[in-house]
T-cell receptor
Framework: DGGITQSPKYLFRKEGQNVTLSCEQN?????MYWYRQDPGQGLRLIYY???????QKGDIAEGYSVSREKKESFPLTVTSAQKNPTAFYLC?????????????FGPGTRLTVT | AQKVTQAQTEISVVEKEDVTLDCVYE???????LFWYKQPPSGELVFLIR??????QNEISGRYSWNFQKSTSSFNFTITASQVVDSAVYFC??????????FGPGTRLSVLP
């Protein structure tokens, strides 16, 4: 089945460690996105990419990094510079980076940093 | 700046009741899109509907209906004869050219049997 996979579902890390969250899609979508979800705040955009080897900062990019070496993959690294990394992270994709295309979401990764 | 407000943080209804989820948006753009997504307990957001700013026709899809009113900058979502499976967090979102997508804070709907 076509869709977006994120792994792992739950991730635990010690403070000061970098951690990479996986996101893979087989929908042949050009655009991919990373969001962060905190209780009561909705989703906030971290990074997005409209094509391979290209990505742009979203509203809360500080302390995060991404890469887009393959169309199917858009991994997110949460660095030690991110002050409050504990959150639910959602990856999404859309056919193109255009507003009339809906986004499809993965199941998310819940990251806990202690 | 763009903004989406969902004033209802949590709503509880009894099965078979109708329920309306409110969404109010702010944007200076004349061309924009509005969306509703459902997030069940599994965590994955599910797309429900997209509406562009030039189409004010209301839409009905089964038990779901949407009321778009530009005059009040609202895009409300009604579930008729609610069911337990409708229990989820519902997000309203706004996108316009040159701006990132903005999601509202979400409304948690609990449908009790």
């Amino acid at each position: 089945d076509g869709g977006i996979t994120q792994s792992p579902k739950y991730l635990f890390r010690k403070e000061g460690q970098n951690v990479t969250l996986s996101c893979e899609q087989n929908l042949n979508h050009d655009a991919m996105y990373w969001y962060r979800q905190d209780p009561g705040q909705g989703l906030r955009l971290i990074y997005y990419s409209q094509i391979v080897n290209d990505f742009q900062k979203g509203d809360i990019a500080e302390g995060y990094s991404v890469s887009r070496e393959k169309k199917e993959s858009f991994p997110l690294t949460v660095t030690s510079a991110q002050k409050n990394p504990t959150a639910f992270y959602l990856c999404a994709s859309s056919m193109q980076l255009a507003l009339n295309y809906e986004q499809y979401f993965g199941p998310g990764t819940r990251l806990t940093v202690t | 700046a763009q903004k989406v407000t969902q004033a209802q943080t949590e709503i509880s209804v009894v099965e078979k009741e109708d329920v309306t989820l409110d969404c109010v948006y702010e944007t200076r753009d004349t061309t924009y899109y509005l969306f509703w997504y459902k997030q069940p307990p599994s965590g994955e957001l599910v797309f429900l509907i997209r509406r562009n700013s030039f189409d004010e026709q209301n839409e009905i899809s089964g038990r779901y209906s949407w009321n778009f009113q530009k005059s009040t900058s609202s895009f409300n979502f009604t579930i008729t004869a609610s069911q337990v499976v409708d229990s989820a967090v519902y997000f309203c979102a706004l996108g316009s050219y040159g701006q990132n997508f903005v999601f509202g804070p979400g409304t948690r709907l609990s449908v009790l049997p």
